[in-house]
């Protein structure tokens, strides 16, 4: 099968769990129009479950109505840009579905229909065959539209380095190099704190004692991080704590930890080390141009 249709089958599978109600507005509501082509609230109804789950955003988590509504517009504008994306390739007659699609979606569907708790899933989230056949038809033009975008890229790797040559400052950080010990109480914490300041070895404790498994094995040691990529409470402390000293007991959302700092540092990443992020960074300006030019040349209407 296709690699795309595997990954639509594997998408399909993941969001199993996801159920999220609708609101906002009636059932079948017209919501927006590409030309003559409505897209429906039933329409934001069944792909609002897999929108979650491919923008990683799991939706059985929210619940407030607010936020709840911001995702349903932000689906709707996908759904959106599909269409849009539809009916430009079909205007230009472009060869989007292959020969082989009858035979591919035969396979996906039968990969969902094997799954008990998928179907259960498609049946919650009002999921139809009929949308089943349409998102996976959709990803056909998905992947002709950026083949499409991308051959006309045709100084990537170049518009790459002039950007990672220009922005040295957005991959320039102050980091700290730490170890940490992390154990559920404070008692505990206090105890082994006392340990430490008599003298007690950092990393044989923090292999024997520390909940934090991935780091425990290696002393505690936690390598080089910048800022935010820690909670704040444990940033803090980290990055005010001298050289060769150890904090207090700093307590956060996964117990209390210890923290020694072994070494400070301003960093600038490497051009292979940013080199993926700001392709990507390229890639999404590039996406937006494009479609942006497109939908202007159509009428796109969304309802009140």
Do not use: W
């Amino acid at each position: 099968m296709n690699k795309i249709k595997k990954t639509a089958a594997v998408l399909l599978i993941a969001a199993m769990t996801v159920i999220l109600p609708a609101c906002g507005a009636p059932a079948d509501s017209e919501l927006a129009k590409v030309n003559d082509t409505s897209i429906s609230s039933s329409d934001v109804d069944q792909y609002l479950p897999l929108y979650g789950l491919t923008a990683g955003i799991d939706v059985t988590l929210i619940t407030d109505e607010v936020q709840v509504a911001a995702l349903r517009e932000a689906a709707l504008k996908d759904l959106v840009d599909m269409e849009v994306i539809r009916q430009y390739l079909d205007s230009n007659g472009t060869d989007v579905v292959p020969e082989t699609r009858d035979d591919e979606f035969q396979a996906f569907k039968a990969q969902v229909d094997s799954d008990e708790e998928t179907k259960t899933f498609m049946k919650n989230n009002n999921i139809s065959e009929e949308y089943l056949e349409e998102f996976f038809d959709n990803q056909y033009y998905t992947e002709a539209f950026y083949a499409e975008m991308m051959s006309e890229i045709t100084d990537l790797d170049a518009q790459t380095q002039t950007y990672y040559d220009g922005h040295l400052d957005e991959f320039t950080q102050d980091q700290v190099k730490a170890s940490h010990i992390l154990v559920t109480t404070r008692e505990e914490a206090e105890t082994i704190l006392e340990d430490l300041e008599g003298g007690a070895d950092f990393a044989t404790i923090a292999g024997e004692k520390s909940i934090d498994t991935t780091s425990a094995v290696n002393g505690g040691d936690l390598g080089y991080f910048a800022r935010e990529q820690m909670v704040p409470t444990f940033a803090e402390a980290a990055f005010t704590t001298e050289i060769g000293q150890m904090s207090g007991i700093v307590q956060s959302d996964y117990g209390f930890h210890i923290i020694k700092v072994a070494d400070k540092r301003t960093y600038t990443q490497t051009f292979e080390e940013a080199q993926q992020t700001i392709m990507y960074t390229i890639l999404q300006s590039a996406y937006k141009e494009k479609i942006d030019g497109i939908r202007a040349a159509m009428k796109v209407e969304f309802s009140e």
